[in-house]
């Protein structure tokens, strides 16, 4: 999780932290609602400071899967209503995972999924078995190249030797209209 820095008088606005006990995560609940009253984000490329982890810390006491659940719902809250169809980028367990997490409204809108492996872009289709619908949806799996934006990316960066990142420059894009990260 990024370290991020506001003013007082801002931190006054937002309000307080959730103080809800063990296994809330008041850091990114105050983060979202610094969004959602128009605070901006500028991502600043280097280090500037050192974290010191301990196993005793309160974070480990936030489950994965709650954070998971207030990083889809709010991705729905607040991105995806302008968005009247997009794209998952990343066929695999993460974009698969995010798709099953999404409402059915939400995932009406998915188009399709892309990739780079050409197994599962050859198998040709994701069909969500635990669908209640009939026949069970089949969302199409297509190569970067071919699929359309706007795209919530759901592959991590750093981890392909930059063969990601020049496949997302390669089809020069906008961050925050043609794209979202959320890994």
């Known amino acids: 999780m990024p370290t991020w820095f506001c003013s007082r008088a801002w931190f006054s606005h937002v309000g307080p932290f959730n103080e809800g006990g063990q296994g809330v995560p008041e850091d990114l609940l105050f983060f979202y609602e610094h969004l959602r009253k128009g605070g901006?984000?500028?991502?600043?490329?280097?280090?500037?400071?050192?974290?010191?982890?301990?196993?005793?810390?309160?974070?480990?006491?936030?489950?994965?899967?709650?954070?998971?659940?207030?990083?889809?719902?709010?991705?729905?809250?607040?991105?995806?209503?302008?968005?009247?169809?997009?794209?998952?980028?990343?066929?695999?367990?993460?974009?698969?995972?995010?798709?099953?997490?999404?409402?059915?409204?939400?995932q009406r809108k998915v188009v399709a999924f892309c990739d780079v492996d050409e197994n599962k872009i050859r198998k040709g289709f994701y069909?969500?078995?635990?669908?209640?619908?009939?026949?069970?949806?089949?969302?199409?799996?297509?190569?970067?190249?071919?699929?359309?934006p706007p795209f919530v990316i759901c592959v991590k960066l750093d981890l392909t030797g930059g063969a990601f990142e020049d496949n997302l420059r390669s089809l020069h894009l906008q961050e925050g209209q043609d794209f979202l990260h959320f890994s």
């Open 40 to 106: 901006g984000v500028i991502r600043v490329d280097q280090s500037l400071l050192l974290y010191r982890h301990h196993p005793q810390a309160a974070t480990h006491c936030v489950l994965e899967t709650t954070i998971w659940t207030h990083r889809v719902r709010f991705l729905e809250e607040q991105a995806l209503p302008r968005w009247a169809a997009f794209t998952i980028w990343n066929a695999g367990k993460q974009g698969r995972r995010l798709y099953r997490s999404l409402t059915a409204g939400s």
């Open 127 to 148: 069909c969500h078995e635990d669908s209640q619908e009939r026949p069970k949806p089949r969302i199409p799996i297509l190569h970067f190249r071919a699929a359309r």
